[in-house]
């Protein structure tokens, strides 16, 4: 099993910064890919990026490509979601996932963007964007 907590979510203006965490535990051997998704009110889950746990191959949604970037520390079993130029439109829930290496090794991310592609989940950090 896999255990991610989120934290660094909160409160920013239009246009501003903040840098969202995702700690795993566990069996952190098995883990092939993890992404960031975000839910607001009312909308369905959506796939805002995703990073291979070994290397550096990085995939975005395209209404967040240039403005949010995914990096890893595997020192620390960290990924890390980099938000800048933050916008209304960018407040929701957002949550950290993993995916198995057992069932996806090979993937490529950008066939990996359904949340059913993922096998751990986050609780989740609210982002909430003012204008």
């Known amino acids: 099993q896999v255990q991610l907590v989120e934290s660094g979510g909160g409160l920013v203006q239009a246009g501003g910064s903040l840098r969202l965490s995702c700690a795993a535990s566990?069996?952190?051997?098995?883990?092939?890919?993890m992404g960031w998704f975000r839910q607001a009110p009312g909308f369905e889950r959506e796939f805002v990026g995703a990073?291979?746990?070994?290397?550096?191959?990085?995939h975005y949604a395209d209404s967040v490509k240039g403005r949010f970037t995914i990096s890893r520390d595997n020192a620390k079993n960290t990924v890390y979601l980099q938000m800048n130029s933050l916008k209304p439109e960018d407040t929701a829930v957002y949550y950290c996932?993993?995916?198995?290496?057992?069932?996806?090794?090979?993937?490529?991310?950008?066939?990996?963007?359904?949340?059913?592609?993922?096998?751990?989940w986050g609780q989740g950090t609210q982002v909430t964007v003012s204008s």
């Open positions: 996932a993993a995916g198995s290496y057992f069932r996806y090794a090979g993937s490529r991310l950008s066939d990996l963007v359904q949340d059913t592609k993922y096998d751990y």
């Open positions: 566990g069996r952190t051997v098995n883990i092939y890919h």
């Open positions: 990073i291979k746990w070994t290397g550096d191959t990085t």
